[in-house]
């Protein structure tokens, strides 16, 4: 699977369980690409220009990370970790993923922007979501 796109959907992950999901974190939040795994397949994706670049099949490396960057555990900052993927959805510079609990991630990036801004983030708890 891969995807190049300014305007898309990934229904083919929705139902998909995720069991790990690291961003590279340097000096900006998000400066690195994204790693999710999802029914056992890792995921890269990142944001560039206003576009949603995707692609399956490539784990996080430590070659990833510049010196200073680090990778942060996004699965257990939004308390998603074997909980179903709901959507992917790239809409007018801004990338949605949310999963079954109400946890969300949302990530902008317009053409002219220098990379992707945290729009978003939203935990699930025990009891719902936090927000």
Known sequence: MRRQHEDTVLPELYGHRCSEFVAVQGEARFDGPLYIR??????????????????????????????????????????????????V??????????????????????PDEEGPTLVRLIAATAAGVER
């Not at 099949?57 to 010196?67: Q, V």
């Not at 555990?73 to 998603?80: E, K, P, R």
């Not at 959805?89 to 317009?110: I, K, P, Q």
């Open 38 to 87: 999802l029914n056992g397949v890792w995921h890269r994706f990142y944001l560039d220009a206003g576009l949603l670049f995707w692609e399956e099949g490539f784990a996080p490396e430590p070659d990833d990370l510049l010196p200073g960057d680090a990778y942060i555990d996004l699965a257990q900052a939004l308390n998603i970790r074997d909980r179903v993927l709901e959507q």
């Open 89 to 110: 959805r790239m809409h007018d510079s801004v990338l949605t993923v949310c999963f079954e609990t109400g946890a969300l991630l949302e990530l902008r990036c317009r």
